[in-house]
């Protein structure tokens, strides 16, 4: 799975993408503001991860990757003018998936549309805040609110408390933002609780 990551004005946006699949992982890490792709445009370099669970670079990304069944990700920057960056980003089921050679002809395909996407982003002037993105943002500021209830309740870091709320997630079969939005409007989730009952935060 592929898709073509543009930032401006520190707002990223999936332009293009070989299916809704990989749009919604892109979304994924815009809601969390961090990641391989975001990295990979605002750093120029490209950024592989071999294995998603291994790496501990982006922790809660690492999980809700994970949840996805994606094991390994590769974001190449795609050169843009100044004012913007690009990434083109690759996601798999499979770790070690990105061997050498593969990363290096990822990258010249990168380096190969960077004057179509520069004319692009010229023509085309920026939206302020397409729906898609306004979408992750609220729904990023209903589980910060979430984590920060679990924090005061069982008195966990953050990323205890945001690791709770995803297992409750996994668990429940549900999304992280409507396990969150329960507990902002007060309702405790059955199975999977972010409650430890009677153990501490570090599950001990």
Known sequence: MCAITVERDG?????????PEAQ???????????????????????????????????????RDMSAE??????????????GSGAALNC???????????????????????SNILRLALR???????????????????VIDAAVALVMAQNRCSHDQALALISRASTIQGTRMHDIAADIVAGTSPDSGSTEQHGTDPAGN
């Open 123 to 141: 023509v085309h002037p920026a939206p302020p805040y397409p729906e898609h993105l306004r979408s992750a943002l609220q729904s990023r500021a």
């Open 69 to 82: 069944n994606v094991r390994s990700v590769l974001a190449v920057p795609i050169p843009t003018d100044t």
């Open 24 to 62: 919604r992982l892109d979304e994924i890490q815009y809601s969390l503001h961090d990641g391989p792709c975001l990295t990979a445009l605002r750093t120029a370099q490209t950024i592989l991860v071999t294995d998603v669970g291994a790496d501990p670079r982006w922790a809660a990304y690492a």
């Open 91 to 113: 996601y798999s089921s499979e770790s070690g998936i990105f061997e050498p050679g593969t990363v290096e002809r990822v990258q010249t395909y990168a380096a190969s549309i």
């Open 11 to 19: 707002s990223p946006a999936t332009v293009a993408s070989s299916g």
